[in-house]
């Protein structure tokens, strides 16, 4: 799981993503707060025999400023909204960050599980093709003693040639599981690895109260949902806000002169200050604000219905995942007591072909049925892990 988180693309795009929704929420929350500019200006204007020049706002042929300029807006609600949305965004990206890292436990479990029976089969192939190559031996033997037809020798082989297909069938599912895995545990292509067997240890099934808690209180899926409404409300606010004034306060320290110096030739001083108040009122925009608020209004509604929605699935997926989970635990015991009664029934069908009181189609369908055992109990223990992971996805480890 630790290799994973670290090389998974998902799971590093969705913490990437969370990263830039934080640097978003720290640039809406800078604009509230003052900014501070420092102004260094030259200004050429046409002369034309007026002291001012061609254009009469520059005051002068030659304009120089040098200011530092502080602007803070006093009131401005949408500014406000905007940074509180930003936070919910934030929240949202963290959550959906969050669901990537779960989801990423059912893909890592699935993958290293994946490999683990893949190599159980590998084993049970090996075992079948031993299986048959006995019996291939056991018929010719009685061939030669003129016991049991040709026919019978030439079933054992076929089923001989079956078995080994099998078995490059089985190395061949191995090494594809290996290949698959290994994308997801490092940053380059390599296959120098193997897992660990421990399908054997099964830890029991908690409570169905148990679970159904861990995933009200943990759950990334409602707590992206929740935090995609609330950003969506600031979104109704942010709408609502620009059909407000906005005030805003400038103050300028420095100079705004036709020279470049402190004082002009007369000696006065030309280093000063200003302040600029400016109330900004919304008149007329031919509706677009109204319909920006409208369209906030289906945007909360949409996330609203998908909470809801989010909400209605978890519990849900969370029942059919316990209940799958509860019948893959149950089932073990069936497939262990089913694979001993195969292997009893092989046993006990040889004896009786040896004997010859039975055919060689039930001396193979005995053999069939016992290597469908085998791997019948490793997909079931395959399966209790996955279903596991499942839960996990939704609850959180337990």
């Known amino acids: 799981m630790e290799r994973a988180r670290r090389y998974s693309q998902q799971t590093l795009t969705a913490n990437l993503a969370a990263l830039m929704a934080h640097e978003d929420t720290v640039q809406a929350k800078a604009a509230l707060l003052p900014s501070v500019n420092g102004i260094s200006q030259f200004i050429y204007t046409q002369p034309n025999g007026t002291p001012s020049g061609t254009f009469v706002s520059n005051d002068g042929p030659h304009v120089y400023n040098n200011q530092a300029n502080v ?8 500014k406000r909204a905007d940074y509180h949305r930003a ?56 061939e030669k003693g003129g016991e049991v037809a040709h026919s019978d020798t030439v079933k054992a082989e076929l089923q001989l040639n079956d078995r080994q297909r099998d078995e490059q069938e089985a190395q061949l599912t191995l090494d594809k599981a290996r290949i698959g895995f290994a994308v997801l545990l490092f940053p380059d292509y390599r296959q120098d690895f193997d897992v660990v067997d421990d399908l054997d240890t099964l830890s029991p099934l908690p409570a169905y109260t148990e679970i159904q808690s861990l995933a009200g209180k943990n759950s990334p899926d409602i707590r992206a ?67 920006r608020v409208k369209q906030a209004e289906f945007k909360l509604q949409q996330a609203r219905n998908d909470l809801s929605f989010t909400q209605r699935q978890l519990l849900s997926s969370l029942d059919a995942f316990y209940r799958e989970a509860g019948l893959a635990h149950d089932q ?21 072909y040896q004997a010859g009181e039975v055919s060689v189609l039930e001396v193979v369908d005995a053999q069939s049925t016992l290597r469908d055992a085998r791997n019948a109990v490793d997909d079931g223990l395959v399966r209790f892990r996955v279903s596991i992971a499942n839960l996990q996805t939704l609850t959180g480890a337990f």
């Open 87 to 142: 936070m919910a965004a934030e929240a949202a990206a963290r959550a959906k960050a969050d669901i990537a890292t779960r989801g990423l436990i059912a893909t890592v479990m699935q993958n290293y599980y994946g490999m683990a029976v893949a190599a159980r089969k590998l084993s049970n192939a090996r075992q079948s093709l031993q299986d048959a190559r006995q019996f291939l031996d056991i018929t010719q033997k009685q």
């Open 71 to 78: 602007h803070a807006d006093i009131f401005a609600p949408a």
């Open 225 to 291: 949902a929740q935090a995609v409404v609330e950003q969506e409300d600031y979104e109704i606010r942010s709408a609502r806000a620009e059909m407000l004034p906005t005030f805003s306060l400038d103050y300028s320290f420095g100079t705004n002169a036709n020279q470049f110096a402190l004082h002009n030739p007369e000696g006065q001083l030309l280093l000063g200050n200003v302040v600029q108040a400016q109330l900004v009122v919304p008149l007329w925009a031919w509706g677009a604000a109204r319909s």
């Open 332 to 352: 073990l015991s069936s497939l262990h007591h089913s694979l001993d009664l195969s292997k009893q029934s092989l046993d006990l069908t040889l004896l009786r």
